[in-house]
């Protein structure tokens, strides 16, 4: 057997990254389709300068402004969000308060609690 390796890199960035988490899938090739439930460890501040073709790249630091939420399993559930919230105008996420939306409750969050459970979309923005 040979050693084999694949690398990955990141030739530029989008101004908003979208990162979809595999939340379903099959155990076998032939098995039932399964909601993936463990724990995905996922940054607030997401740097992707070690992944850029060029390192001296600008521009490579992400701030994490939303997550939807999958509650429930393959044959049902139940979607809800954490958001930051900024004032009008405000040019810098760190002026938003994090909430999160469950149908028509609203409540203030914290970045530090999220599900990290249930999260399956991360919304992110290229800080300027």
């Given amino acids: 057997f040979r050693r084999q390796s694949k690398k990955l890199d990141i030739w530029s960035l989008p101004p908003i990254l979208i990162i979809h988490l595999k939340r379903f899938g099959r155990e076998r090739l032939d098995g039932p389709l399964v909601k993936i439930g463990c724990a995905v460890d996922f940054p607030v501040k997401l740097d992707l300068a070690d992944f850029m073709f060029k390192k001296s790249m600008p521009g490579t630091v992400y701030d994490l402004f939303g997550v939807v939420n999958h509650h429930g399993n393959v044959g049902g559930g139940h979607y809800?969000?954490?958001?930051?919230?900024?004032?009008?105008?405000?040019?810098?996420?760190?002026?938003?308060v994090w909430f999160n939306f469950n149908d028509s409750i609203v409540k203030q969050a914290s970045p530090d609690r999220l599900d990290k459970e249930a999260a399956y979309l991360l919304f992110y923005r290229r800080r300027l």
Avoid: F, K, W
């Fill in 80 to 96: 809800t969000a954490d958001a930051v919230v900024t004032p009008a105008g405000a040019e810098d996420l760190a002026d938003g």
